[in-house]
């Protein structure tokens, strides 16, 4: 539990260090050859550091998307069906986390946040490419929502400098600054860029663009050297008292991450109007000074601290960190929202801060972000040979999802959803999610029985050893019947050409442990011909069912006891000591 505390306003001296975009471009090749953990700034700060870093790529509707490349300089991955990646020790540069997301028929996207600790989630939005087709000896004017693009004619191309007629796929994309998954749409993300003079800023931005051109095969072009195209972009309303006369132009530069000064545009009524003479992502801002912060906490209805809140501050998204806290620089001189939004927060909202503008050098403590009480689920995630592991766990549910990271193999994931929530957890490289179905009646619900987040069960199958003839048997086919609340295994053995059925019966239909001589589960046998009345005696071990989906049961097994054979084969096998153990992957 955290106090509750009203906005209070101080004074402090509170700024982003800045590096030159030489110092950048430096350290950015220095990571693709090595990344020396000794190298400090004249802090004492690593320039260098690791972190886990996970989380959901969506579009901008926020669906997930699947099979997005995510990469950290050298660490790559890939999201799975539900959009998650997973980078257990990406590396983190003068703590920022620099990522990057490719897929086809999105914009390639450059994300900057700040690293909060060992484990760091993020939610990055990919924007779907706006497409046209126009003949590159034309002119041509692309309208958009608010905004507008005019393309030169005779003025193309190709990436070795070459003159290009023909016909030019045009990919645009404009990004209106009122918007609240603004910063989340954009590239970049931090607001941060490097003005005309090399100095680091922030930025307070009136739209920015994105355009790709490309040939009929798909080639990248560019504007032919000399050559420009025009732009323009409305102002909304409410920024409108704060657009000044002329504003500057600023490119995204993708080997730095940071936007850089170059050119500008005029105010000609309510919107701004300017050239470009290449295509990147183009942001209209002017830059602002960032020596005022504010900080806070986001809790529940019990006033408890809520970790991994994506906080709206002003345009920026800030997540909190275990205690609930977040700190973030902005603009000095700027009215401003602090406030959760919903889309971000599996459709949880808070109230609204309004924040004045702030002078410089101010430090404002704001009050609490409260949210309604939420509904959470605890429990635990195992691997194959059921010892706790860490794993990202997330649920689903009819209008959203959620998901976390474990610590210790312990999780608490909140949901928003009161029945059929499907819980997964998967392991670090994405593979063997597990699936349970629950609901959510009270605000918390403890899960009795472990996730299993482990690959998928590749079956040797069992073997049934009979000692003291020290012989071991294969099994050959393995089946599965599940009712209500059975499930029976029967594994068929070929031992010196007769068939015996070893029938596992299990009192349950979860996955978890099921302890032989707690009756938990019985073993039967049923001998052939050759020796019809055998039977398994004394057993002690443990079953345990990894997986339940589709009718597919998977497992391990681990039983030792006493074989009696019939009668009439005692003379040839006689009461021996038995060892059953193995994998069984049975299918109804």
């Not at 931090?190 to 080639?219: C, H, P, Y």
């Not at 008292?241 to 995204?252: E, N």
Request: aromatic share 10%; with cysteine; net charge negative.
């Amino acid at each position: 539990m955290i106090n509750t505390h009203q906005s209070t306003r101080k004074t402090a001296f509170i700024t982003l260090s800045s590096l030159s975009i030489a110092v950048l471009v430096f350290l950015f090749a220095l990571i693709q050859s090595c990344t020396p953990d000794n190298l400090t700034l004249p802090d004492g700060t690593p320039v260098f550091s690791h972190a886990h870093v996970y989380g959901v790529i969506m579009n901008e509707n926020l669906e997930p998307i699947a099979g997005a490349e995510v990469a950290i300089f050298n660490t790559i991955t890939t999201t799975n069906e539900q959009g998650i990646f997973n980078l257990k020790d990406a590396i983190i540069v003068k703590s920022d986390i620099h990522l990057t997301a490719k897929k086809q028929g999105y914009f390639d996207k450059f994300y900057t946040s700040k690293v909060r600790g060992e484990t760091n989630l993020l939610k990055i939005v990919m924007t779907t490419q706006q497409t046209t087709t126009i003949s590159s000896n034309m002119e041509a004017t692309i309208e958009m929502e608010q905004a507008n693009l005019t393309l030169p004619s005779n003025a193309y191309v190709t990436e070795n400098g070459e003159a290009y007629t023909g016909t030019v796929q045009v990919a645009y994309q404009y990004y209106p600054p009122d918007e609240d998954n603004f910063s989340l749409q954009m590239p970049g993300g931090d607001f941060r860029g490097i003005t005309a003079n090399g100095e680091e800023t922030l930025l307070q931005s009136f739209g920015a663009f994105e355009v790709n051109l490309t040939d009929e095969a798909g080639n990248k072009l560019q504007l032919a050297p000399g050559s420009e195209a025009t732009i323009s972009a409305t102002v909304p309303s409410n920024l409108l008292a704060y657009a000044p006369a002329t504003a500057p132009l600023w490119y995204f530069n993708e080997s730095t991450f940071k936007w850089e000064e170059e050119g500008s545009v005029t105010l000609e009524g309510n919107e701004y109007v300017g050239t470009v003479s290449h295509f990147s992502g183009w942001n209209i801002d002017i830059p602002v000074s960032d020596r005022a912060a504010v900080s806070g906490y986001v809790v529940d209805c019990n006033n408890e601290p809520l970790a991994n809140m994506a906080v709206l501050v002003g345009p920026l998204v800030i997540y909190t960190n275990e205690e609930g806290y977040y700190f973030s620089n902005i603009a000095v001189g700027y009215d401003f929202n602090v406030k959760i939004n919903a889309n971000l927060n599996f459709n949880y909202n808070s109230q609204t801060i309004e924040v004045t503008a702030m002078n410089e050098d101010e430090y404002l403590e704001l009050e609490n972000l409260e949210m309604p009480c939420v509904a959470s689920i605890e429990g635990q995630v195992v691997d194959c040979d059921y010892n706790t592991t860490d794993a990202i766990v997330y649920a689903t549910w009819e209008d959203g999802f959620n998901f976390t990271s474990t610590n210790n193999g312990d999780f608490t994931l909140l949901v928003n959803g009161d029945d059929n929530i499907s819980i997964h957890a998967i392991t670090d490289d994405l593979l063997g999610a597990n699936l349970n179905t629950t609901s959510v009646a009270e605000e918390t619900l403890v899960l009795t029985e472990p996730l299993w987040a482990c690959e998928e069960v590749t079956c040797s199958f069992g073997t049934l050893e009979v000692a003291p003839l020290d012989s071991t048997y294969q099994t050959i086919v393995t089946t599965a019947v599940i009712s209500a609340d059975q499930i029976t295994i029967n594994m068929v053995y070929d031992i010196l050409g007769f068939e015996y059925i070893l029938e596992f019966v299990f009192n349950g239909t979860s996955p978890g442990d099921y302890i032989v001589e707690d009756g938990e589960v019985q073993l039967n046998l049923t001998a052939s011909d050759l020796d019809p009345d055998a039977m398994l005696e004394n057993l002690e071990g443990i079953i345990t069912i990894q997986s339940i989906e589709d009718g597919k049961v998977a497992g391990i097994y681990d039983v030792t006891g006493d074989y009696t054979p019939d009668i009439m084969t005692l003379l040839l096998i006689p009461i021996s000591e038995t060892h059953l153990d193995g994998t069984f992957c049975a299918e109804e």
